[in-house]
Each structure stands twice: as structure tokens, then as C-alpha cells.
């Protein structure tokens, strides 16, 4: 019997327990690493869901991609010298599952190393740098932890330097190899702390499409209009699954450690209602479902950024104190206590018939104040649709977005 799938497009990119089994037949299973504590990993996992889902409302009706990942970095470097009810709302907001400080960065620091070696065929580069505005003195302890954990390099900004924003977005460029040229357009008159992170990913398909096979195809956008897309096609194996919510396929990257997910909800049904109820566990569960059959797979070539101020989501999310001047960050700088005035990241993404390129840089400003196999299945991403690339064995996301208007 042969189904038909067609979808929509939206943009996850992040790392799942997910790697496949030496028969192909499923794809979902837990890493076993002694050095990874899977209650933070599943923990982190419910985190960038929630960030997901909130932005899934937010822009819900537009394109958007999103990186979890990089914002839990940068927050965990920021995490490193919170104190008190904002180190208790921090770590519950965060997925830490009530862990000591030692057990977290460790465990982070050993997320980092996986994410960055899991497939030597492809580019995952994370890099995290602190700058404190002179006059202010980072802490020892402080510093030594964000360098020896997360590689953070620190560095110092000069008021009276006309050059800081240009050396800021310079360390932005650098990170993503261009790809996010700028990430301020200025610096606040009251900067103290800026903590930054960047992520990197550039992978060629597995599976690479073929170019002359990709051609002009309506897709159906959000508001129901059409509009003429180049659209890419192969037909091959893909793990894959379906039930009368969604259909899901994963299109692996080099050697198949690190996947795209993309997601298409049933007809009449949307991208935020189909995900509305997704965490760590029930994404764990839809991959663990799938596996390898024919599909016939059409996806549309496409590319789309996004730019986030993310305070007033992480105050709902559950960190309000943060961002209070009577916040407890009282472990980064020793002249003084800080507290979060902004968060910002940029996001871009694009997608080809070679493969994928994706970056997102963010920003955290402080300032002081106190199925069957023989079945063959047609996948064909045009309408609006989530999309997913992810590490196929820790369980972090790397991105996350909607394509619906390409």
C-alpha cells in the first residue's frame, strides 16, 4: 500500500537519544556514557521544548528557527554565578532536576564534548566568551570554571574604546563562519557583564539530492496562498513514522550521528496544536517509533533567520528573579552583584540539495543592582511543517524553527 505524506515545513535543529540500531529497524536508544547524567540530559530536553512550544504561540503563522542549545549555554555559563532563590529558579527553569553546581557543569561540560565529536564527517563547533566592561573584576573561581567547563575565553571592554561593538560582533562572525555577521547594535550605557555563545553546524546529507532533479512546485503557505518553490525530491530508505496526528521522517547527516527531523501535521491540524504537548519523553518516543522504509521525501529548498530578545519568555518560563535587580549573581564579578537586563539571539538556517549550514549566537547582558518495509511512503513538504536537526545521541537541541513560507 502506498501513503501519501505531505507537509509543511518547520525547523528543530538539536541533538535526541537517538541512534540507530545495526538493523536499521529503529532509531531511538540512550547512549549509554558513564560521564552523561541523563535526569539533567531528559531535564535539558523539557527545557528547549519549552522554549519550542512558547515560540511555536508566539510566531505562530511565521517562519522562525531558534537554537535551544545555544541559549542553555550561555544561561549555564551565567548559572555558574547565580546564589540563592535565583540559582533555585535558574536550575528548576533549566532542567537541572534540583543537582549541585558541580554535577551540572561537569555534566555540560562533558554535553559539549560529545555534541562536538559526534560525527568527525560533519562541523559542530560551540564556542562561549565572557566580557566585562573595565572597572569591573571577574571572580577567580568564576573564571575558572566557564574556561575549564565550557572553553569560555574572557575578554575586557573598554568605554572609552570606540572599537568594543565592532570586536563583539567580530567574535559573533568568527564563531559562525559569517553566517551571523552582527549580534549587537550597540552597547548598553550600563554593561557590565556580557556573556556570549555561539553555535556552528555546517553537514552534507547522507543522502544527498540530486540538483537536477529539483524543480517548481506550489507550496502552501500559512494564510492558505500558493507560492512556486524549487523543491527537492529523492526517493530512498528514511526512518520514518506516522499516526493520525503527524507523519515524521529523519534525514541523516554524514555518517548519521547527527539527523534533521522534519514533522507535518494531519490535515486540519497545526504545527503549535501537533507539538503543543511534546517534551523530552514524547519526542524520545515518536523516534523510537520510527523506522526505515521507502519514502518518497520532497522538500523544499529554503533558508530563513530570526532575531529574539528571550527575557520576558524566560521570566514565564520560571526565572523571573534573574532578571531582578536584587538577583543573586553574586559569584562573577567581586566588586558587586549583577542581574540579567537582556537576552538576545539571532538564529539563520539554510537548506540545499548537499546539505544543511545553521548558527546562532547569543547574547546575555548583566548589569549590577543588588511502520512495515515494504510500504512505501511519499513525503512531500509542501504546506508549513516543523523541521528538526539534531545530535543523534545526547538529547540537546541545536535549533529549532517553522518553515512555512520559504
Request: glycine share 10%.
Amino acid at each position: 500500500m502506498k501513503k501519501l505524506f505531505i507537509a509543511g515545513v518547520s525547523a528543530v535543529v538539536f541533538a535526541s537519544l537517538f541512534t540507530a540500531c545495526p538493523n536499521g529497524s529503529t532509531v531511538a536508544a540512550e547512549w549509554k556514557s558513564p560521564q552523561l547524567n541523563y535526569t539533567i540530559l531528559n531535564g535539558q530536553m523539557d527545557f528547549s521544548w519549552n522554549v519550542v512550544k512558547t515560540l511555536l504561540n508566539t510566531h505562530n503563522g511565521a517562519n522562525f528557527i531558534v537554537s535551544p542549545a545555544s541559549l542553555l549555554f550561555a544561561l549555564t555559563c551565567v548559572y555558574e554565578g547565580a546564589d540563592g532563590v535565583t540559582l533555585a529558579e535558574m536550575n528548576k527553569t533549566l532542567g537541572f532536576g534540583g543537582f549541585a553546581l558541580p554535577d551540572i557543569h561537569t555534566n555540560m561540560g562533558y554535553l559539549m564534548d560529545s555534541l562536538m565529536t559526534s560525527d568527525p564527517s560533519v562541523i559542530l563547533n560551540i564556542a562561549n566568551s565572557v566580557w566585562a566592561v573595565k572597572g569591573n573584576t571577574l571572580n577567580k573561581a568564576y573564571l575558572e570554571n566557564v574556561s575549564l567547563f565550557y572553553g569560555a575565553k574572557a575578554e575586557t571592554i573598554d568605554p572609552a574604546d570606540s572599537g568594543n561593538l565592532e570586536k563583539i560582533n567580530g567574535w559573533a562572525n568568527k564563531a559562525t563562519k559569517g553566517m551571523i555577521p552582527k549580534i549587537l547594535d550597540q552597547l548598553p550605557g550600563d554593561l557590565s557583564i556580557l556573556v556570549m555563545n555561539a553555535v556552528y553546524f555546517k553537514g552534507t546529507w547522507a543522502k544527498e539530492f540530486d540538483p537536477a532533479k529539483t524543480y517548481d512546485k506550489d507550496f502552501t503557505c500559512f494564510d492558505g496562498t500558493k507560492k512556486k518553490v524549487k523543491m527537492m525530491k529523492k526517493s530512498a530508505k528514511y526512518h520514518y513514522m506516522e499516526n493520525n496526528d503527524y507523519q515524521a521522517v529523519v534525514l541523516e547527516y554524514g555518517k548519521g550521528n547527527i539527523g534533521m527531523a522534519a514533522v507535518l501535521p494531519a490535515p486540519g491540524k497545526t504545527i503549535a496544536g501537533t507539538l503543543g504537548g511534546f517534551d523530552a519523553a514524547k519526542w524520545s518516543g515518536m523516534l523510537s517509533l520510527m523506522t526505515a522504509v521507502p519514502v518518497n521525501l520532497e522538500i523544499p529548498r529554503f533558508s530563513t533567520e530570526s532575531g529574539f530578545e528571550l527575557g520576558e519568555m524566560l521570566k514565564t518560563l520560571g526565572m523571573p528573579g534573574a532578571f531582578s535587580p536584587g538577583a543573586g549573581f553574586t559569584k562573577i564579578v567581586d566588586n558587586g552583584t549583577l542581574f540579567i537586563t537582556k537576552v538576545l539571539q539571532k538564529a539563520k538556517i539554510e537548506v540545499n540539495e548537499k546539505g544543511s549550514e545553521a548558527a546562532a549566537v547569543t547574547a546575555v547582558m548583566m548589569t549590577k543592582g543588588a511502520a512495515k518495509d515494504d510500504q512505501e511512503y511519499n513525503f512531500f513538504c509542501d504546506r508549513p511543517f516543523f523541521y528538526a536537526i539534531f545530535d543523534r545521541t545526547t538529547g540537546t537541541i541545536l535549533f529549532a524553527g517553522v518553515m512555512g513560507n520559504p
